[in-house]
Nanobody
Framework: QLQASGGGLVQAGDSLGLSCAAS????????MAWFRQAPGKEREFVAS????????EYEESVKGRFTISRDNAKNTVYLQMSSLKSEDTAVYYC???????????????WGQGTLVTVSS
């Protein structure tokens, strides 16, 4: 189970941090990612971090503004967002994907989403 939190209403230029707490899985075996879905749009990738935390990737529009991190001791992944823009407004979802060579074992779980609204 993934529980995302931290969303809210902020102004453009503000910062906001999201958290996603995992339970019921061996967190350190999972690559974690954040996705977002804006009103009327499809869900899109935002950022990801490897199971070990040594590799991360970002969607182009958030590079330099967002930082993904994880704490395997707390079973939690974070997304620190800064210099927020109105176009960052969306429901943010965390996703866990099991690290495995065989795709058959790459189990995927989604959190329930947390709403971030950026007013301009």
């Amino acid at each position: 189970q993934l529980q995302a939190s931290g969303g809210g209403l902020v102004q453009a230029g503000d910062s906001l941090g999201l958290s996603c707490a995992a339970s019921g899985l061996t967190f350190s075996n999972y690559n974690m990612a954040w996705f977002r879905q804006a009103p009327g749009k499809e869900r899109e990738f935002v950022a990801s971090i490897s199971w070990s935390g040594d590799m991360s990737e970002y969607e182009e529009s958030v590079k330099g503004r967002f930082t993904i991190s994880r704490d395997n001791a707390k079973n939690t992944v974070y997304l620190q967002m800064s210099s927020l823009k109105s176009e960052d407004t969306a429901v943010y979802y965390c996703r866990a994907k099991r690290h495995a060579l065989n795709a058959k074992y790459q189990y995927v779980y989604w959190g329930q989403g947390t709403l971030v609204t950026v007013s301009s």
